[in-house]
């Protein structure tokens, strides 16, 4: 048992935290409140995401391991690093558990290289809890796919150079039978892309239409019709939020130092009973998320990662998240509501623009209803 | 990280709930329950011979030489049975105090005794203020000639009733800080002017049982001051970290067993034609539960290897039983509520750990306590 990194590991993080730290300053800094400002809060430089995968960072996963990949997971999320690497690197775990020999070569270079970043093309208009339900079509014509339908709440989709689309390729066998997946560019003909202007979190959501839209057949993943599976089990990284770990860490850090840097009648706000309470309370939470998504970590450098394991990481730390936006609103009081630019604000508008995004965190990426099912069903094993 | 138990852990772990199955069942411990020691000496003398109680003394003490983590599986284990036994009381808050400041003597004397069965101790420590902080020991011990007087009342005290030693926290003198003037005493149980008055309370078995124990003009010798005169507060503050601790371990141990009750009967249980637990409303609840008591495994058990690591842990440790309190309290309701009326039934085990968490969850200080040290922590 071993509640610390390797030594080697340690160095990594170091060597991350360094650089982050000395390289999100100046011009870098001011671009994101730049971003912050038209409500981007994932923002994503291609050159800044080119300067890490020249460092080798954006693919440790494959080079180092699990636990390196997320502990620069970690550290990007905590700096907020505009950087494309979550999709990028739950698609790339999808090729590398069942794509090619010729598309690992051609496609995972390119995804840790930062020439493709990815958006999920997965939930649909029709479907989102229920995906298998899905009725986009990709039907076969000779050496290519033809695609059509309609995907929809697609994050990143007006920045990202391509798609991972779940298709049907098979009607007459159940839901879960005929989907497969395919790596699409978003610049193919037939491609549409309409904005979708979501309450807060990104401004780059939106809806895309594929209107027969031809795709290599080299570009399908894995076997035909078993997209599923392949969706499902890359769901044990994409329910791997250490990112997420670090921004909560990071907000905690800067709501410690607001509370004591901030007075009201002569008096630090940390001096408030309330205010240290609830400030423990959410940092105990945020340390329990921090535990149960390196669990996953963890059980992923043994084998496959027990499903309920990355649905209790993702749903508690979303939870979390939710009632640390709160906190950070009763923290502030009338101030919290102001948003970043006005005169006032407190903390540049983080508590106005967390809590307005923070409906988000308990739908996206699988709400918190269906998680706790996977809880109930594949983690204590209680009866459908 | 690695959460890998180790081969050796593992034996251990599962010879430890071998015994508790086979030698404690529910029946022995509503027995204990009527019983005015709240333990049984005969299953305490099974542990010593199996070397639990010297678990984690060095050899040269009798003891097995396991490291804290050791110590955590058995706490996890005996909080699953519901274990009634003075344990915490002896070997942690009275061995460990005298492990970490006694003199070679004392250790010598001592130690080989507690890991053999034949000396029950505890630690008078809170009183009727019933804080866990310094602030709060008001006990006094005036030094004349050579020996210490002790006058004062303490409240709470875990098995005292049942102990040969008592290790009572007084005050010597005044410092600076509250923290200065505070000496721990080894005290014998029966010296004149020592009344103690078992208390009537939600749990009485194990170190849930709990004594008002008065001192009155007690008389105690100079040598049997454990550690340094006036600095005491720093190793006891230490036992404090490690007894918090093993009281996570139990309550993990119980949190997970009632789990395991409320999955079973609910996979049996059938009404309008189903099992419940195939109602989502009953699931949801069961996640939350896992959620609590995973969350709760993840925060001790980090908490104790940091203990055997020997790093500083304070934040950890009060994170641990903040969390691991309202876990315990609320999955031993939950049950009680998923079993319906039947979980109400005195009779049903539901209740033996609902009562149990209710006393763990003050003991050593409850989450609010904690959640004020968690802030310190901080930097707040």
């Known amino acids: 048992m071993r509640f610390r990194f390797t030594e080697e590991q340690e160095r ?29 809060l994932l923002a994503e430089s291609p050159e800044f995401t080119h300067k890490l995968a020249e460092k080798g960072w954006l693919g440790l996963q494959y080079s180092h391991g699990f636990q390196e990949g997320s502990i620069f997971e970690e550290g990007s999320g905590y700096w907020r690093a505009p950087v494309a690497y979550h999709n990028e690197r739950i698609v790339g775990a999808i090729i590398q558990r069942a794509g090619t020999e010729e598309q690992k070569e051609h496609f995972l270079a390119k995804l840790t290289s930062g020439e493709i970043t990815i958006c999920l093309g997965y939930t649909e208009p029709g479907c989102g809890s229920d995906l298998a339900a899905l009725v986009t079509r990709a039907v076969q014509d000779g050496d290519e796919y033809v695609i059509n339908g309609q995907k929809a709440y697609t994050t990143a989709v007006l920045t990202a150079n391509h798609a991972i689309v779940a298709a049907r390729t098979n009607t007459e066998v ?22 979708l202007p979501m309450m807060g979190w990104s401004a780059d959501t939106g809806e895309v239409f594929f209107d027969d839209v031809r795709v290599p057949a080299f570009n399908l993943i894995g076997e035909k019709d078993r997209g599923w599976y392949y969706l499902a089990e890359a769901m044990d990284i994409q329910r791997v ?47 329990v998320a921090r535990l149960f998504n390196y669990r996953s970590v963890w059980a992923a450098t043994k084998g496959p990662v027990p499903p309920h394991y990355t649905s209790m990481g993702t749903m508690y730390l979303r939870e979390t998240s939710q009632r640390l936006a709160q906190t950070a609103t009763e923290i502030m009081g009338l101030y919290s509501p102001l948003k970043i630019g006005s005169k006032w604000a407190y903390l540049r508008g983080s508590a106005e623009s967390w809590y307005r995004a923070a409906p988000a965190y308990t739908i996206a990426g699988g709400t918190s209803e269906i998680q706790r099912n996977v809880i109930a069903i594949r983690g204590l094993g209680l009866p459908t | 990280m690695d959460l890998d138990f180790s081969e050796e852990q593992v034996m251990f772990r599962t010879m430890a709930r071998d015994f508790m199955v086979k030698e404690c069942p529910s029946t022995l411990v509503r027995e204990l329950e009527e019983s005015e020691e709240g333990y049984s000496p005969q299953l305490w003398r099974r542990i010593a011979d199996l070397g639990w109680l010297g678990l984690t003394f060095p050899e040269e003490y009798g003891g097995a030489g396991g490291d804290f983590l050791d110590l955590a599986i058995l706490y996890d284990e005996m909080g699953r049975a519901i274990f009634p036994s003075p344990h915490l009381a002896t070997v942690v808050l009275g061995g460990h105090t005298i492990l970490e400041c006694g003199t070679e003597e004392q250790k010598q004397e001592l130690l080989p005794k507690i890991a053999r069965g034949d000396l029950l101790l505890s630690l008078a420590l809170t009183e009727p203020s019933a804080r866990y902080e310094p602030i709060a020991i ?45 000496t721990l005493f080894l005290v014998d149980a029966h010296t004149p002017g020592i009344a103690c008055t078992p208390l009537k309370t939600i749990s009485e078995i194990g170190h849930d049982k709990q004594c008002e124990v008065t001192f009155k003009d007690v008389r105690v010798p100079k040598k049997n001051i454990l550690g340094k005169l006036n600095q005491g507060w720093a190793p006891l503050a230490k036992i404090i970290n490690q007894a918090t601790v093993a009281l996570c371990a139990e309550m993990v141990g119980g949190a997970q067993a009632v789990l395991e009750m409320s999955v079973e009967y609910s996979k049996e249980r059938v009404a309008f034609g189903r099992p419940i637990g195939s109602f989502q409303s009953l699931q949801h609840k069961m996640a939350n539960m896992l959620i609590e008591v995973d969350g709760a495994w993840l925060l001790t058990y980090q908490a104790a290897w940091m203990i055997g690591e020997g790093t500083p842990c304070a934040k950890q440790v009060a994170m641990a039983k903040a969390w691991t309190s309202n876990a315990y309290r609320r999955v031993t309701a939950d049950a009680i509520q998923i079993h319906g009326a039947y979980g109400f039934c005195s009779e049903v085990d539901t209740t033996l750990y609902y009562r ?11 989450p609010r306590f904690q959640r004020r040290i968690v802030a310190r922590e901080m930097g707040l």
């Open chain 1, 12 to 40: 990594l993080k170091q060597e991350i935290k360094d650089y982050f730290r000395r390289e999100i300053s100046g011009e870098l800094l001011e671009w994101l409140e730049r971003q912050r400002e038209k409500d981007v």
């Open chain 1, 174 to 195: 159940p839901k879960h039978k005929g989907i497969s997946l395919f790596l699409v560019d978003m610049k193919s003909p037939g491609v549409s892309i309409r904005p």
């Open chain 2, 356 to 366: 149990r968490a209710k006393a763990v969850e003050f003991a050593l200080g409850d």
């Open chain 2, 138 to 182: 008001a006990t006094k011990a005036s030094a004349q000639g050579e020996e210490y007087v002790i006058n004062g009342s303490k409240l709470f005290v875990p098995n005292a009733n049942i102990a040969d030693y008592l290790v009572c926290v007084a005050r010597t003198g005044d410092g600076a800080t509250p923290e200065e003037g505070i």
């Open chain 1, 241 to 287: 939020r250490v990112g997420e770990v670090g921004m909560q860490r990071r907000m905690i850090e800067e709501l410690v130092k607001f509370v004591k840097e901030t007075e009201i009648d002569g008096e630090p706000l940390s001096n408030d009973p309330f205010i240290r309470d609830v400030l423990a309370e959410r940092a105990i939470e945020v340390e």
